[in-house]
């Protein structure tokens, strides 16, 4: 026995595949064209920046390192391993890429095997034999079978094609979202670290207005005990002290939710992981380090962003739904072949008197749908339609982010240097009137007043920095992960 006769069909219907073949090629729908978005030279808030290439391809590299903290590379370095949302973005793409497998299984022949054994019966008299042994007159047979088929459905318009380019470009955009995942993981773990790092500054200055405060109520006491003050004095000095502690308490309720967060973004139960404050002598020693931005940098590093190559490749993935809708239009045809044999015996199975075998070629077209198909057609082409508006709204807002952040950069800065002078003539005033106080020349208010401004300039250049370096990776975030090896870096005390 021939052991696939069917074969001999295709052999014997060239004409037939080829014309199938031929109609293949026929795919209907538009081809797909990367739509066009909002588009501009530079950014107006910072001088130097021109057009290059999309790239979307180039390494984003360890942008965390920029800040120069040695804990901080190697908390980051973690989130790609231990971040859940990740690990969930690390799944969802590992799906994607299985389901564009499923899809480019439907463009070969599906094939089948299939066997089955029977045993039956027919009723009759119950013998007694000779001996006393009892046996049925009935007849029993059995019966074997075995199969194989195969299906082949030729993609005559296009729409197997087009579901395969479809669920490829929603596995580049699965991969652009877990980009853009950990990305959003990183950057929120370097500010929470930044913002705890911040709240350790923010506890020294404290301490330090503390211990003054704890010196300047002891003078207060001796000078009250001398009966050179009166009450009040003594008064006003516990209350600046009470009120300085209350407020370290509070930034220490701060920094634990700091690290807390730090902790889930790691993977990590919080009451397992903690960071130990930096001491006053590595704040001197290792003062905050803001990256400073690279004049000569592209524009279109904004093309790095993983959100727009995401919302580009949705476009496409919409663009592929228009054809597939459009294929309803037409007739399917679909290829059916199968060898079989059936027998009594599993000997005779195999046998060629007792094969069987079938060949067909069929086709199915809708003819009346009640205007489903057309509907189906409308509905893809509107969410093409809302997928290019969402492609170019995220262009915009991407745009408008980077902006955001140059300015916000460049007006830091400057408040940084105006922040610093303030602290400077504050600290000096501060001294002054304790030494007027201790003279005996003024009252215990203007000490207070000095204080509490002097404090307050300290903590305002403290927070300034702390603002510089987390618009940094804002603006780095803006621009899709970094500027690592692109321009040389520089950093700004």
């Not at 993609?155 to 699965?174: F, K």
Request: proline share 4%; glycine share 8%.
């Amino acid at each position: 026995m021939r052991p696939f006769p069917f074969l001999s069909f295709f052999r014997a219907t060239p004409l037939a595949l080829a014309s199938l073949a031929w109609l293949a090629g026929c795919a209907v729908g538009p081809d797909y064209q990367r739509p066009n978005a909002p588009e501009q030279a530079s950014f107006k808030q910072a001088e130097g920046w021109t057009s290059a290439a999309p790239a979307d391809a180039l390494s984003r590299g360890p942008w965390w390192e920029l800040f120069g903290d040695p804990v901080l590379n190697q908390l980051a370095a973690q989130v790609q391993v231990s971040n859940q949302n990740v690990a969930a973005a690390v799944a969802a793409y590992a799906q994607a890429r299985a389901l564009v497998q499923v899809q480019r299984s439907t463009i070969f022949p599906a094939v089948t095997l299939s066997g089955g054994a029977t045993r039956s019966g027919s009723g009759g008299n119950t013998i007694v034999n000779s001996n006393g042994t009892v046996s049925s007159g009935g007849r029993v047979a059995n019966n074997f079978q075995a199969s194989l088929g195969a299906s082949w459905e030729p993609d005559v318009w296009g729409r197997l094609g087009r579901a395969v380019n479809g669920a490829g470009a929603t596995a580049s955009a699965s991969a652009a979202d877990l980009v853009t995942a950990t990305l959003s993981a990183q950057g929120e773990l370097v500010v929470n670290y930044l913002s705890l790092r911040q709240s350790d500054v923010q506890k020294a200055l404290l301490s330090q207005s503390i211990a003054a405060y704890e010196r300047a109520l002891q003078v207060t006491q001796n000078r009250y005990a001398a009966a050179i003050v009166s009450k009040t004095d003594v008064l006003q000095a516990q209350t600046q002290l009470a009120n300085s502690r209350a407020d370290a308490a509070g930034l220490d309720r701060q920094r634990e939710q700091f690290e807390h967060a730090i902790a889930v973004l790691l993977g990590q139960a919080p009451g397992n992981f903690s960071l130990a404050p930096l001491s006053l002598l590595a704040m001197q020693v290792n003062a905050p380090v803001v990256p400073e931005i690279p004049l000569g940098l592209p524009s279109t590093l904004l093309q790095r962003r993983p959100d727009i190559a995401a919302a580009e490749r949705r476009v496409a993935v919409a663009n592929e739904q228009i054809g597939i809708a459009k294929s309803a239009y037409y007739p399917s045809f679909t290829l059916n072949a199968s060898t079989g044999s059936g027998a009594s015996r599993v000997a005779d199975l195999f046998s060629a008197p007792s094969s069987l075998w079938s060949l067909g070629l069929s086709t199915a077209q809708s003819v009346f749908n009640a205007g489903a198909t057309s509907a189906r057609v409308d509905a893809a082409q509107a969410a093409q339609a809302q997928a290019v508006a969402r492609y170019r709204q995220t262009v915009l807002s991407a745009f408008q982010g980077v902006e955001d952040q140059l300015s916000a950069s460049r007006v830091l800065a400057e408040q940084q240097l105006l922040r610093r002078e303030a602290a400077t003539s504050a600290d000096q005033v501060e001294q002054q009137i304790l030494n007027r106080y201790t003279s005996g020349t003024i009252a215990y208010t203007e000490v207070i007043t000095a204080q509490i401004t002097a404090l307050s300039a300290r903590r305002a250049l403290a927070q300034a920095t702390a603002d510089r370096q987390t618009t940094a990776v804002a603006l780095i975030q803006a621009l899709g992960g970094g500027w690592g090896g692109l321009a040389s870096m520089q950093t700004a005390p």
